[in-house]
T-cell receptor, first 114, second 114 residues
Framework: GESVGLHLPTLSVQEGDNSIINCAYS??????FIWYKQESGKGPQFIID?????DKRQGQRVTVLLNKTVKHLSLQIAATQPGDSAVYFC?????????????FGKGTHLIIQP | DAGVIQSPRHEVTEMGQEVTLRCKPI?????LFWYRQTMMRGLELLIY????????DSGMPEDRFSAKMPNASFSTLKIQPSEPRDSAVYFC????????????FGDGTRLSIL
């Protein structure tokens, strides 16, 4: 049934392990994707982006994978640290009605256990 | 480097009152976005500007909401009259260019309408 409010999926990972956060996007015409991290009481913080002409991009301890065939995006965080605990959002950008805009996913709550 | 600056950080007011939220984008960024975040609906784009001109306001919930960008370093989001259902966290973001560029967020204004 339909849940009241956003029931965020939660991913619990041991400190030092790698984590993978998944996201299904909605529009096959989307050509740009971003991952954001949001800590309590703060705004979303840019982590990494990827354009649709790529299928992988690496940053510092993070890797984003894009599978356009199944409209799937993932964020891999290597050697997780306590400071990685946050809500992670994927966002897609596509043109609608002649204008661009980011559409955000519902988010995943990442918990790092000591 | 100074990020996106929003004020006030918190606002509590009674329904029917006018509310004005303020945003100073990152210097040099020419696109500015207003978002609203609630538990029910997540992050939603309200309106965005490019070079101080409103491009897409289709996310603005109703006529009680208005936004202006009188110059490149300042924008306001106004709600008049305010209603309890407007309670949310309002974020401002800016980017260098309006298409396929990472948006950088402020820490938001937490608005409570009693």
């Amino acid at each position: 049934g339909e849940s009241v409010g956003l029931h965020l999926p939660t991913l619990s990972v041991q400190e030092g392990d790698n984590s993978i956060i998944n996201c299904a996007y909605s529009n096959s015409a989307s050509d740009y994707f971003i991952w954001y991290k949001q800590e309590s009481g703060k705004g979303p913080q840019f982590i990494i982006d990827i354009r649709s002409n790529m299928d992988k991009r690496q940053g510092q301890r993070v890797t984003v994978l894009l599978n356009k065939t199944v409209k799937h995006l993932s964020l891999q965080i290597a050697a997780t640290q306590p400071g990685d605990s946050a809500v992670y959002f994927c966002a897609e950008n596509y043109r609608r009605g002649g204008a661009d805009g980011l559409t955000f996913g519902k988010g995943t709550h990442l918990i790092i256990q000591p | 480097d100074a990020g996106v600056i929003q004020s006030p950080r918190h606002e509590v007011t009674e329904m029917g009152q006018e509310v004005t939220l303020r945003c100073k984008p990152i210097s040099g960024h020419n696109s500015l976005f207003w978002y609203r975040q609630t538990m029910m609906r997540g992050l939603e784009l309200l309106i965005y500007f490019n070079n101080n001109v409103p491009i897409d306001d289709s996310g603005m919930p109703e006529d009680r909401f208005s936004a202006k960008m009188p110059n490149a370093s300042f924008s306001t989001l106004k709600i008049q009259p305010s209603e309890p259902r407007d309670s949310a966290v309002y974020f401002c973001a800016s980017s260098l260019g309006w298409r396929n560029q990472p948006q950088h967020f402020g820490d938001g204004t937490r608005l409570s309408i009693l």
